[in-house]
Each structure stands twice: as C-alpha cells, then as structure tokens.
C-alpha cells in the first residue's frame, strides 16, 4: 500500500460527460501529481500542485483541469468526455515539490467513456 | 521539451537469461528514477540515481547512469517470472530541482517459465 488513495477506481460514463477523480497523497506529502495512461502506453504527465498551487503543466487538454485543496487532497476534472479520454489516470504523491524524491502512486482511476 | 525515449519497448525472454533496458534523455538529467509496474498494478519506484556514472544494485537489478547523465540502463540478471511488468525511467521535467518527473514509455518484460 502507498498510502496514496484514489477514488473510485473505475468509472465508466458516456461521450460529452464530466467526472471528477478524486486524490488523497501521502500523510505529509505537500506534491500531487496526475498522469494518465493509455492502453500500452506509457505514462503522460498531466499536471501537478505543491501545497495548493499549480506547479508545473505538461500535456493537459483544456477540458481538464484540476485543484488540490487546503486539506492537501486533489480532484481532477474531465468535461466534454470524449472515447480517447478512456485510460487509467494515476495520481502520485512527494513529499518535495521537485522531481529528486521518490513519488508515490495510487493505484488510479479507470475510466472508460462509451 | 524535455524527452525520455525507452528501448526496447517490448522484452520476451526465457526465465534464466538476462534482460537490460536503455533510457536516454535528450537534455542532461539531475537524477533519474526507475520504476516498475506490475500488470493490473501501480508504478513502484525502484531506484534513484544522482551522480555521474554511479552504479547501484538491489539483488539482480543493476542500475547505471551514464557519465554524461543523459543516459541509464537497468540490468536484470538471471530473470525470474516474478520480474515480469514494465520498467519505466522518468527524469525531472526541467532539468533541475522544480517540475515533474517526465516517463519513459516504458520497456515491457515478459518472462517464459
């Protein structure tokens, strides 16, 4: 167990659909990252957030968006669901805001649009 | 931006023999991790490597990094079924100490009893 807790953990809905994936990180862990994963594919950084704020974006479609809350948790937004938006979406958690320590992750979300 | 490219992408090997991936990143890299996921399961960090050309070993697993730092590999030797899964490297976004840990595609192992 990572300690890094993402809910549900799947989740199937139909085309032009939102759905909101939720992210406990790590007691302690200020870093929440969010990645997605295609069928054998490897892992595309989506964004992350340290101790609430946006730190850095990678390849994050408009119809995304995410936040992480005061309580440390995340939640990322899907909207406007399309069929290439089904993948398994992984959070992962560091207790430092750069890439230098070991990250977390949970065990992710499934998402299935039809 | 920054790039991580993996090979192979796919491994088939009898259980016995050897099994080594190759990371390379277009930019210089502060550190590099490696990380393996089961199938059905969840990235697991392995290992992390910061200097130049160091070695690291956990049991049959050798890690390298290049001396140039834009390179590793990871050397399995005499596999067994339960090193079945994807290996991932993943160096930091921006070369430096902020950003995210971008992946590699990963090199998936498959092992024959």
């Known amino acids: 167990d990572s300690g890094v807790t993402q809910t549900p953990k799947h989740l199937i809905t139909a085309t032009g659909q939102r759905v909101t994936l939720r992210c406990s990180p790590r007691?302690?862990?200020?870093?929440v990252y969010w990645y997605q994963q295609s069928l054998d594919q490897g892992l595309q950084f989506l964004i992350q957030?340290?101790?609430?704020?946006?730190?850095a974006k990678g390849n994050i479609l408009e119809r995304f968006s995410a936040q992480q809350f005061p309580d440390l948790h995340s939640e990322l937004n899907l909207s406007s669901l399309e069929l290439g938006d089904s993948a398994l979406y992984f959070c992962a958690s560091s207790h430092s805001q750069g890439a230098g320590t070991e990250a977390f992750f949970g065990q992710g979300t499934r998402l299935t649009v039809v | 931006g920054q790039q991580v490219m993996q090979i192979p992408q796919y491994q088939h090997v009898q259980e016995g023999e050897d099994f080594t991936t190759y990371c390379n990143s277009s930019t210089t890299l502060s550190n590099i991790q490696w990380y393996k996921q089961r199938p059905g399961g969840h990235p697991v960090f392995l290992i992390q490597l910061v200097k130049s050309g160091e070695v690291k070993k956990q049991k049959r697993l050798t890690f390298q990094f290049g001396e140039a730092k834009k390179n590793s590999s990871l050397h399995i030797t005499a596999t067994q079924t339960t090193d079945v899964g994807t290996y991932f490297c993943?160096?930091?976004?921006?070369?430096?100490?902020?950003?995210?840990?971008?992946f590699g595609k990963g090199t998936k192992l498959s092992v024959k009893p």
């Open positions: 993943a160096g930091p976004g921006y070369g430096g100490s902020q950003g995210n840990l971008i």
């Open positions: 957030y340290y101790n609430g704020e946006e730190r």
């Open positions: 007691s302690g862990d200020l870093s």
